[in-house]
């Protein structure tokens, strides 16, 4: 049995950050059950609302009166009303308002419930080609190139593929600024994910650079950066011929034998004793005629 909208509940629900159809069911519901939703911008919300027939009153809510009218807001969940809050598109509070909203709910201890759904950090990070089992998300770079330096020198040895958002106007000066601080690490430049003009532009920053000089970038951007000395986590077959190298060596059991393996290549311990275990089981079989 699928749950109503609970009454007294501040709901987080995601968006779609381009195309109409990426939204989940669940969302689709509980903004047509509760009793009023909550959103950056009334105009871009009402788009969304009209696709999918959602007659729910609206509400504006921004960086600008978040406190005073995130303080109603709870008042009336505290009272048993059912609210959503949506950003303009995607996960709500990434880059954008809603975090005094959710520590004011939380401090009133009132329950907030995610609606979970696309996200344009995880959306670029999918598609990037860079390594995707750590990753750091930074927000919008500083706007001028002398703190936008001095901050990304703060993160040249960080070994995680880093993201940003960045606005086309900058985009080809923050390359440069990378370029200059971090080196000629690769990138990828994602641009309007999901929507009719897609856009990913992926190499060294140098060549990228180039690619992008002199073009009319519009749009919203995701940028990605291959972190300090990163690669990716190693496959089952590096980790089978870390096996075979070492058993050449000695003869460990296999609980050491993995912790080995998972030291040296830097993996869960877990994930490789497993696949030490079966590696092992196949190998004692006897061969069949």
């Known amino acids: 049995m699928i749950e109503q909208a609970k009454k007294g509940v501040l709901y987080l629900v995601s968006t779609p950050i381009g195309n109409l159809e990426d939204i989940t069911l669940r969302a689709i519901r509980i903004l047509k059950e509760v009793d009023l939703i909550a959103c950056e911008d009334t105009r871009r919300t009402r788009v969304l609302l009209a696709h999918y027939g959602i007659r729910t009153a609206l509400t504006s809510l921004y960086d600008e009166n978040e406190r005073k009218k995130g303080e109603t807001l709870i008042r009336r969940i505290l009272k048993g009303a059912s609210i959503a809050f949506v950003s303009d598109a995607g996960t709500p509070l990434i880059s954008d308002p809603g975090y005094r909203l959710v520590r004011r709910a939380i401090e009133a201890r009132a329950a907030v419930v995610p609606v979970p759904g696309p996200s344009a950090v995880i959306t670029a990070l999918s598609i990037s080609g860079l390594p995707s089992h750590r990753f750091a998300f930074f927000g919008f770079l500083p706007e001028k190139s002398a703190r936008r330096r001095s901050f990304l020198d703060r993160l040249k040895e960080l070994p995680v593929t880093l993201v940003f958002y960045e606005s086309p106007r900058r985009i080809v000066d923050s390359l440069r600024d ?104 196949e190998k004692a079989k006897p061969e069949t005629m």
């Open 178 to 281: 990378i370029l200059d601080v971090l080196g000629d690490r690769q990138v990828a430049v994602t641009r309007e994910l999901t929507k009719v003009f897609e856009e990913v532009l992926r190499g060294p920053a140098s060549r990228v650079i180039e690619g992008m000089e002199g073009t009319d970038v519009r749009g919203e951007i995701t940028l990605l950066v291959e972190g300090e000395g990163e690669k990716a986590p190693a496959d089952d077959g590096e980790i089978e011929e870390c096996m075979r190298r070492l058993d050449a060596r000695e003869d460990l059991p296999t609980k050491a034998l993995a912790a080995r393996i998972a030291d040296e290549l830097d993996l869960p311990r877990k994930r490789v004793y497993d696949l030490v275990v079966r590696l092992r089981a």
